[in-house]
């Protein structure tokens, strides 16, 4: 449970940081509004558009009499909207951080260097980073339809669909969430995804504990907006707990003392525990 609080605490910091580095929550703040205006249309477009769609995919219920025709398409009209702003929490930030790489990415690095160490870089050109970064988000994205068409179903069990399926739903938003925030910090120190993804489950609840609540505060679209510049310095921070920060690089030495030397393995540079 220790790490569920460590994970918030995580969450915490990267607003802080961003609080006292106000030039970079600004630059940070840009690619968030772009998809903002985006999504908030798309969002009214599906309210106003669901109990259409509902009655067109229930032609069955049709000759149904009252209150049964209502509640079967109020209650999927509701699951629908909600199915959709799911969606839209999890894409959200996949879009913004694809919009906003290059700010992202000098952010996390920022972060980096005002913790002290090596500011690690993947040392790719701009646009190979920007494919690996779409090519990740759409295998995320794909888990998570899947995890979200299971959990659609289940919604229709009583009790169960009412009360523990959307809590699970929260709780695979935060971590896919988590994993495309951490992403950012993690491509440069030159982790796949199947290794990220990998070390993640090792701490799961860490994860957990940062991710959930930021999906909660995301469902508030404008609020999602305003924490994301911090969101991805508290990523980075996370991401350094996780694979430890990156090594400082090695004082100047006297000729045949410093590293290199014959048997002196002191001055070694330490292995990345992160290489793929």
């Given amino acids: 449970m220790s790490d569920l609080g460590a994970g918030f605490g995580y969450l915490v910091k990267g607003q802080r940081w961003v609080a006292r580095h106000g030039r970079w929550f600004g630059f940070g703040l840009l690619p968030g509004l772009v ?4 999504y908030a249309g798309a969002l009214v477009g599906l309210g106003y558009g669901a109990d259409d769609l509902v009655g067109w995919a229930t032609p069955f ?12 398409r109020t209650g999927l009209t509701a699951l629908v909207f909600v199915f959709g702003l799911f969606l839209a929490v999890i894409t959200f930030t996949a879009v913004t951080l694809l919009v906003g790489q290059p700010f992202y990415e000098s952010l996390s690095e920022e972060v980096d260097r005002s913790e002290g160490g090596d500011v690690p870089e993947s040392g790719l ?6 494919w690996i970064s779409a090519r990740d988000s759409v295998r995320i994205l794909l888990r998570v339809a899947l995890y979200g068409i299971v959990l659609f179903a289940c919604g229709f069990i009583p009790v169960i669909g009412q009360t523990a399926v959307p809590a699970i739903g929260f ?3 935060g971590y896919f969430l988590a994993e495309e925030l951490t992403a950012v910090a993690l491509q440069r120190r030159g982790m796949v995804l199947k290794d990220r993804l990998a070390l993640l489950r090792g701490r799961r609840m860490l994860v957990l504990g940062f991710g959930v609540p930021l999906t909660l505060a995301f469902l508030i679209p404008v609020v999602a907006v305003f924490l994301m ?9 996370l ?38």
């Fill in 35 to 38: 998809t903002l205006v985006v």
């Fill in 229 to 237: 510049p911090g969101a991805v310095a508290g990523a980075t921070l």
């Fill in 171 to 173: 709780c695979v938003s």
């Fill in 125 to 130: 050109p701009f646009w190979r980073e920007l």
């Fill in 61 to 72: 219920a049709d000759d149904w009499s009252s209150p049964w025709q209502g509640m079967l």
């Fill in 239 to 276: 991401a350094r707990d996780l694979v430890g920060p990156a090594p400082a690089p090695a004082p100047d030495t006297e000729p045949g003392v410093g590293p290199g030397t014959a048997g002196d393995d002191a001055g070694a540079p330490a292995p990345r525990p992160w290489s793929a």
